[in-house]
């Protein structure tokens, strides 16, 4: 409900004002101003608000704005109030380009109030993409940096739960061929905690093909992996 509600010129979004939200015909949150889209275009603006507690951070609050860049380009960016820990900023990158499409996502709190002895600010950043070139090559990234082993335990992540003990990060590069295919792959993994690292792994080639045996109406399947 609200005490007015206005339509836009453009028959695009309503702008509400003095909006209550009820719930069984309780009010439950108030906003003085509401602009909500009513076409099936993207606009730029406030999402809707995210309020939560926890033992670790205290009264969240996030307010998410999302950027409408252009048609294949968009951005949200979201303050993060922690009442034990301080603010927080959340930011989201996208974009698709043909066969081509990423994402890019950093998370950054300049110093945490809750960590007596240590000003250092605390990060994760994650940047992953997935194309395909020329209809015959084929590209995936997937990496992941992170300030400290205690972070997703700390702060929390949309990227990654709380207990994942490792981060990997991925690079492949993939060519398709009419018959066979192969895959140059690299791969590593930031262990969080304390650990002694016991292996490594090193640039992996993977090469398949099939063959079909007109003959005897088979086909033969060979792969192989360095």
Known sequence: RASEITIS?????????HARFRLFDIPVFYIPYLTLP???????????????????????????????????????ITPRYMSDRGTQLLTEFRYLQGLQSGQVDIEYLNKDKKLINNADARYLARFQHIGTFSQRFRAHVDYTTISD?????DLGSSQFNSNDSYLAQIGEVAYFAQNWQTTLKLQDFEVLGNHQRSYKTLPQIEISGQQALANFGGIIDVSAEL
């Open 38 to 76: 009513i076409s099936d275009e993207r606009q730029s603006g406030f999402l809707y608000p995210k309020i939560s507690t926890s033992k670790s951070t205290g009264l969240e609050i996030e307010t998410p704005y999302y950027v409408n860049i252009a048609p294949n380009i968009d951005a949200t």
């Open 149 to 153: 082993d205690n972070y997703l335990v």
């Open 9 to 17: 010129g453009d028959k695009k979004s309503i702008q509400a004002y």
